[in-house]
């Protein structure tokens, strides 16, 4: 498995190139949180994610995930509804990365999987049953902490 790689011109942490992914929990009126499987032929595929993407340059991290969670899964979200969370900060062997996550609970349309994935809507505290990348693991007890069980 190999992981994403990081931009040429990206800060760097300890020698690595630091690479920004901004996640999402997206949490639906029962309480269970959308995560999202890599597609094969991608860099840690057959792993469950939080979805979201790299921020590009000049972009902050809620134009990132709207327009992310647009591309990726259909749905529409506004600002507002994102709220900070948490984040990951995790060194892989070509780059760090660092992963806010924020928490929404409102957006317009239903998640699709628009790039090959596959979605599973899942109560926190079974969240660890499902193969994570190791930057995402981190993230579920702060979930579990706001959402309970």
Do not use: N
Request: glycine share 8%; proline share 11%.
């Amino acid at each position: 498995m190999t992981a994403p790689s990081a931009p040429a011109d990206a800060v760097e942490l300890d020698g690595l190139p630091v690479l920004i992914v901004i996640a999402c929990a997206l949490v639906d009126a029962d309480g269970r949180v959308l995560i999202a499987q890599r597609p094969s032929g991608k860099a840690l595929a057959g792993l469950w994610e939080f979805p979201g993407g790299k921020l590009k340059a000049g972009e902050g991290p809620e134009v990132c995930l709207i327009r992310e969670l647009g591309e990726e899964l259909g749905i529409v979200i506004e600002a507002p509804c994102l709220a900070p969370l948490t984040f990951a900060s995790f060194a892989y062997q070509t780059f760090h990365l660092l992963m806010p996550l924020f928490i929404c609970r409102k957006w317009t349309g239903f998640a699709t999987p628009l790039e090959g994935q596959r979605l599973a809507w899942v109560r926190p505290s079974k969240l660890r049953e499902y193969a994570m990348p190791p930057a995402d693991a981190p993230l579920i007890p702060a979930l579990i902490d706001v959402l309970g069980p």
